[in-house]
Nanobody, 127 residues
Framework: QVQLVESGGGLVQAGGSLRLSCAAS????????MGWFRQAPGKEREFVGS????????YYADSVLGRFTISSDNAKNTVYLRMNSMKPEDTAVYYC????????????????????WGQGTQVTVSS
């Protein structure tokens, strides 16, 4: 049974940093892409970025490019989302997801290609 478990959310001041983790289990994820999405109240789920599990290539939404960084630790089966220079508009529930259908690039921004999702972790940025 595949499980994705996010952790690391919390409250941070504007300009601050936070690191989210996504622990994956239940199968081998070689060849998968791992994505991060977020959803603010009353808004649609938004793509944040993704990483190719096997090659490590990353792809980011314009809104976070240069501020957020995705990395992975294959030995721990864990993907990370490092968020710097955070803004109040980054406030949302953050989800990680896994897909075998695309390995990276713009195709990973489509939430419909993801087969597995975590339960989400709340991130709140105060002004």
């Amino acid at each position: 049974q595949v499980q994705l478990v996010e952790s690391g959310g919390g409250l941070v001041q504007a300009g601050g940093s936070l690191r989210l983790s996504c622990a994956a289990s239940g199968r081998t994820f070689y060849g998968y892409a791992m994505g991060w999405f977020r959803q603010a109240p009353g808004k649609e789920r938004e793509f944040v970025g993704s990483i190719s599990w096997s090659g490590g290539s990353t792809y980011y939404a314009d809104s976070v490019l240069g501020r957020f960084t995705i990395s992975s630790d294959n030995a721990k089966n864990t993907v990370y989302l490092r968020m710097n220079s955070m803004k109040p508009e980054d406030t949302a529930v953050y989800y990680c997801a896994a897909t075998p259908l695309v390995v990276g690039g713009p195709g990973t921004s489509n939430p419909l290609v993801y087969a597995y999702w975590g339960q989400g972790t709340q991130v709140t940025v105060s002004s």
